[in-house]
């Protein structure tokens, strides 16, 4: 397997994974400094926070490639094959344009002065850091809308052959 495809395949899925091990990682050793050696990690909860904000952003990407967000498909079920490929070409549009609006506009947010000179409290990282997580999530997830949209087009073709 080539290393685009292991990327393609487990990017996400890596990411998320290292992310949410850190996460409880940093909540274990917070409650066992807090509980048996009563001095808590000043700086744990910032950064778990940091982490999962990060880790909700890349799910939503990997929610996207596995095709595992929540839908209410009763009316696209009532639907024909065909007619149902169709709708969901018009979905993964809607879809794709609603991410690429929301990154844009994210961008835009980072990029303000009183955005951009911000640090956090207690580790005192750039705020602009965190506010990433947005536009590089909806990046990564529009990339996945996309590539959903390439399959579900190949089937109608496929149909109509």
């Given at each position: 397997?080539?290393?685009?495809?292991?990327?393609?395949?487990?990017?996400?899925?890596?990411?998320?994974?290292a992310?949410?091990?850190?996460?409880?990682?940093?909540?274990?050793?917070?409650?066992?400094?807090?509980?048996?050696?009563?001095?808590?990690?000043?700086?744990?909860?910032?950064?778990t926070?940091?982490?999962?904000?990060?880790?909700?952003?890349?799910?939503?990407?990997?929610?996207?490639?596995?095709?595992?967000?929540?839908?209410?498909?009763?009316?696209r079920?009532?639907?024909?094959e065909?007619?149902?490929?169709?709708?969901?070409?018009?979905?993964?549009?809607?879809?794709?344009?609603?991410?690429?609006?929301?990154?844009?506009?994210?961008?835009?947010?980072?990029?303000?002065?009183?955005?951009?000179?911000?640090?956090?409290?207690?580790?005192?990282?750039?705020?602009?850091?965190?506010?990433?997580?947005?536009?590089?999530?909806?990046?990564?997830?529009?990339?996945?809308?996309?590539?959903?949209?390439?399959?579900?087009?190949?089937?109608?073709?496929?149909?109509?052959?």
């Amino acid at each position: 397997m080539s290393v685009f495809k292991w990327i393609d395949s487990n990017a996400e899925k890596v990411l998320a994974s290292a992310l949410l091990a850190a996460i409880v990682l940093l909540i274990f050793g917070n409650v066992f400094m807090r509980y048996v050696m009563n001095a808590s990690l000043v700086w744990g909860e910032e950064l778990t926070l940091w982490l999962f904000v990060w880790f909700v952003w890349i799910g939503v990407s990997y929610a996207f490639h596995t095709g595992d967000h929540v839908r209410i498909t009763v009316f696209r079920d009532a639907l024909g094959e065909r007619t149902r490929l169709y709708v969901d070409v018009i979905i993964a549009l809607m879809v794709l344009g609603f991410l690429l609006v929301l990154a844009f506009e994210c961008i835009k947010l980072i990029m303000m002065p009183f955005v951009a000179s911000q640090t956090s409290v207690v580790l005192g990282l750039p705020i602009p850091i965190l506010y990433a997580s947005a536009p590089v999530g909806a990046g990564l997830a529009a990339i996945r809308v996309v590539q959903h949209l390439k399959r579900t087009l190949r089937k109608i073709a496929e149909t109509k052959a």
